[in-house]
């Protein structure tokens, strides 16, 4: 109860009242038992503020679960001998290079065409039934024309490339890194056989299937496949994007579905519920080349620090300046947690929970959170990692140049500018002490006597973007039919105590050059995340049964959205 709320003396019946004296009378006990009243209550409210503190309800809530979807007409069947397409599909080694060149100028494409003829031969009914492009050299677009021309499209997307496997690993590999080995338990072995070629295989199969099965779709179904996602899609998704603008127009799709977030069927097992996590959402991409530059000179005379030794203080500088963890209302992570809170509160121990029902108490949450896993950490973090130096020609030459790359993923609440604008202020006072030059973001390298005198300057700092920065991801919403039908298929599928909750990609999908064709990106492979280990690194692998989820998946998720009118 704050001050407002107290009860107020009546009008009147202070010092110099002239009331009647039959009034006074009654009125002085009542008076000296509302003093009394007020006294007690002034210091029930001061207690109740020193020693208890009243939660904040929460401003995000979980978002409210559709009922089932019964089985679509077509019900979904295992196609025959799909584990060893997809395995053979591994196989095929088509990666993608940091340093790729442009389709045409680069024979490190040529591992594609062959993938693309395996491709061809495998999925007949797919290429004779829809129409095919080829983008910008090794991008595959597909056309399932619908009956429908006023129903928006649905673009399913998936990728063709995969990373590198360094040589030193390769003998680390239980197998071979394209072998596509199926193991006695059902784990598809090689590089790729989870990013993405899970995922893209499963698409095919589902198409085909659908066409053998006599299905026509009302709304047209698009298939985007590009070549390059390992490195951000320039080259394939890139272009594929700006083809669908050019054909379709700005929110001309219903959804898109790609690569990203996964079940979890084990979360929330002592309350009797399991998750669905599809990402709604992604963090920013943010890379800042941070640069020394000094006298140089013959080491056998140095100066205290060489342009490296500055470096070095930078990085120390910056490593010692973490973004900190929060819960933001814009982070679907957030609404999240509240999904825990009220649909499985035993997988969360007490003192997390109490935090999590008071809003004032998110960032206490956040922070116990990040303290207990550095992997969690980052899903309501910016991330800051150097991961690229370089400096210097030879020994006995003192380096002129010395340079570092910090990689960051920027939080859902923050920006380009916010970070921009915090290493300018982190930097510049510290570059200014060591009496070196500052050249920040946006700025011109110029004589600036506020600094140093110039014969006192040792150098200069220059902070500048590496590469394009990319804002956090529009985020998808959580409501409406088009989500509802994703969860209510789920529910469908695997029953309904399957909670589907909105998350967050941490890392960033190709679906950045295709925001402004829909509000609804779900980054989501429908299978359980216990089914897929080690991608990227060595012995990736993924079982049979992440194949069959999400095979089950896409084909009653393609007929649900075709009975929409929307």
């Not at 089985?71 to 599909?89: L, T």
């Not at 994703?486 to 999908?509: E, R």
């Not at 896409?554 to 929307?566: A, C, G």
Request: glycine fraction near 8%; charged fraction near 20%.
């Amino acid at each position: 109860m704050d001050e407002k709320q107290l009860p107020q003396p009546v009008a009147g019946a202070g010092v110099g009242s002239t009331a009647p004296a039959s009034q006074r009378s009654w009125k002085r006990p009542l008076a000296a038992a509302a003093i009394l009243c007020c006294y007690m209550l002034s210091r029930c409210t001061l207690l109740m503020e020193k020693d208890e503190h009243v939660a904040m309800r929460s401003p995000v809530q979980c978002p409210a679960q559709p009922p089932s979807l019964p089985s679509a007409s077509i019900p979904f069947v295992e196609p025959h001998g799909h584990v060893e397409r997809w395995s053979r599909s591994v196989t095929y080694p088509t990666i993608s290079y940091d340093d790729f060149g442009s389709p045409g100028n680069d024979t490190r494409y040529d591992t594609f065409p062959p993938f693309y003829a395996y491709l061809r031969n495998t999925f007949p009914a797919v290429h004779a039934t829809l129409a095919h492009e080829t983008v910008n050299g090794y991008g595959n677009l597909y056309t399932w024309a619908g009956s429908d021309d006023k129903l928006k499209p649905l673009i399913l997307m998936a990728h063709n490339d995969v990373v590198p496997v360094p040589a030193e690993t390769v003998g680390r590999w239980e197998y071979a890194p394209f072998s596509g080995h199926v193991d006695e338990q059902g784990w598809v072995h090689g590089r790729g056989a989870g990013d993405c070629k899970n995922l893209l295989l499963s698409v095919y199969e589902v198409v085909e299937s659908l066409i053998h099965a006599g299905f026509k779709p009302r709304r047209s179904v698009i298939l985007a496949f590009g070549f390059d996602e390992e490195i951000s899609g320039p080259q394939g998704a890139k272009h594929i994007a700006a083809r669908l603008l050019e054909k379709y127009g700005k929110d001309s799709a219903i959804a898109i579905l790609d690569e990203g977030g996964v079940m979890d069927l084990g979360l929330g097992k002592e309350d009797g519920v399991a998750f669905a996590l599809p990402a709604v959402k992604e963090k920013g991409y943010f890379d800042v080349k941070v640069s020394v530059e000094t006298a140089g000179g013959h080491s056998s005379i140095p100066q205290p620090h060489t342009s490296i030794g500055y470096l070095a203080k930078l990085i120390e500088r910056i490593e010692a300046h973490p973004h900190s963890p929060h819960l933001a209302l814009e982070n679907p992570v957030t609404a999240h947690l509240q999904c825990l809170v009220e649909h499985a509160p035993h997988s969360l121990d007490k003192p997390l929970l109490h935090r999590l029902q008071d809003a004032s108490r998110w960032d206490e949450a956040a922070e116990m959170i990040a303290e207990r896993d550095v992997a969690q950490r980052y899903l309501f973090q910016t991330s800051q990692a150097v991961d690229l130096i370089q400096g210097g020609v030879k020994v006995n030459a003192l380096p002129e140049v010395a340079s570092a790359v910090v990689n960051q993923r920027i939080d859902v609440a923050s920006s380009v500018a916010e970070m921009k604008q915090h290493l300018n202020a982190l930097i510049r006072p510290y570059a200014e002490r060591l009496g070196m030059r500052f050249v920040g973001f946006d700025e011109e390298e110029k004589e600036d006597a506020s600094q140093h005198a110039a014969s006192d300057i040792k150098g200069t700092v220059k902070l500048e973007l590496f590469g394009s920065p990319l804002d956090p991801a529009p985020s998808t919403p959580t409501e409406g039919q088009v989500w509802d039908t994703l969860a209510g298929t789920l529910k469908g599928l695997f029953g309904d105590h399957l909670i589907v909750s909105p998350h967050l990609m941490t890392g960033n999908t190709d679906t950045r050059h295709y925001w402004d064709l829909t509000n609804n990106i779900y980054r989501f492979e429908a299978h359980d995340a216990s089914l897929v280990r080690d991608i990227h690194t060595v012995n990736e692998r993924v079982h049979k049964d992440a194949h069959v989820q999400t095979m089950s998946f896409l084909h009653q998720f393609i007929q649900q959205l075709d009975n929409l009118n929307e």
